[in-house]
């Protein structure tokens, strides 16, 4: 899973706490702060990568938090890339946020896909890396360059196998229902012969799977799941 660390500022629990798992089942590592003190305590002690923040906090705007940001030492990268979640939508207010140097502004309600692919957009720009590679032992699945490796040698994969694998390793260690395959990978709800799914993880383990460790495991009458075998 990628290494890229994100802090989630929102004085609503249930917003934090709803989006910080959204974000870590993404594959992201998220910590998160329910003040502006804590944020910039919590960057301080562990720098993130990338802060969503709402402008509308109890002790202090997001406006300020930013510029409490700005001050801390630097990254090896630069300041702390800025995304703004928030339910103003006053175009002074986008304006303001902009102008302090945040990276995107995001009005509430928002779509979760999209908000996921801004942060990505923005860690690519920001840190030098891609910020969706994907990785699980010796298996490293690039999305963006559409490439799969294998202790570092490149795996054939057809465009097919390419969404199955990208799915199971999107949800690593979780296993997963050939339903859930079937409306991720194959995207209807599919109303013939299941065992589809069987065939092509049978394909993608002669491919990615022909040395040691074995990674996609079946889990009896339940589905898959691609992890690392436990100790």
């Known amino acids: 899973m990628t290494s890229q660390r994100l802090l989630v500022v929102d004085d609503e629990a249930t917003v934090r706490e709803l989006l910080s798992a959204a974000l870590r089942f993404a594959g ?20 993130p990568d990338l802060v969503l923040l709402d402008v509308m906090l109890p ?4 406006f300020e938090v930013v510029r409490r940001l700005r001050a801390l030492p630097g990254r090896r990268h630069g300041p ?5 979640l928030t339910a103003r939508d006053r175009q002074a207010d986008k304006v303001t946020g902009l102008s302090l140097g945040a990276d995107d502004y995001v009005t509430k309600p928002f779509d979760l896909e999209e908000l996921i692919a801004r942060i990505r957009a923005i860690l ?4 030098g890396h891609p910020a969706d590679l994907l990785k699980t032992g010796p298996l490293t699945l690039d999305p963006a360059g559409h490439q799969v490796t294998r202790d570092g040698l490149p795996v054939r994969v057809s465009p097919t196998e390419f969404r199955l694998l990208r ?13 859930q395959i079937l409306d991720r990978v194959w995207r209807y709800d599919f109303g013939g012969d299941a065992s589809i799914v069987d065939t092509y993880i049978s394909y993608l383990r002669r491919k990615v799977d022909a040395g040691e460790p074995k990674l996609i495991q079946t889990v009896h009458g339940v589905g898959y799941v691609l992890r ?3 100790p």
Request: glycine share 8%; no cysteine; net charge negative.
């Open 80 to 84: 702390v890339p800025v995304l703004f």
């Open 228 to 230: 690392e075998p436990r």
């Open 28 to 47: 992201f590592g998220v910590s998160s702060a329910a003040t502006g003190t804590e944020a910039v305590e919590t960057a301080q002690e562990e720098p």
């Open 59 to 62: 002790d202090m705007d997001g």
């Open 167 to 179: 799915y199971l390793m999107e949800n690593a260690g979780q296993v997963v229902s050939k339903a």
């Open 124 to 127: 690519r720009r920001t840190t």
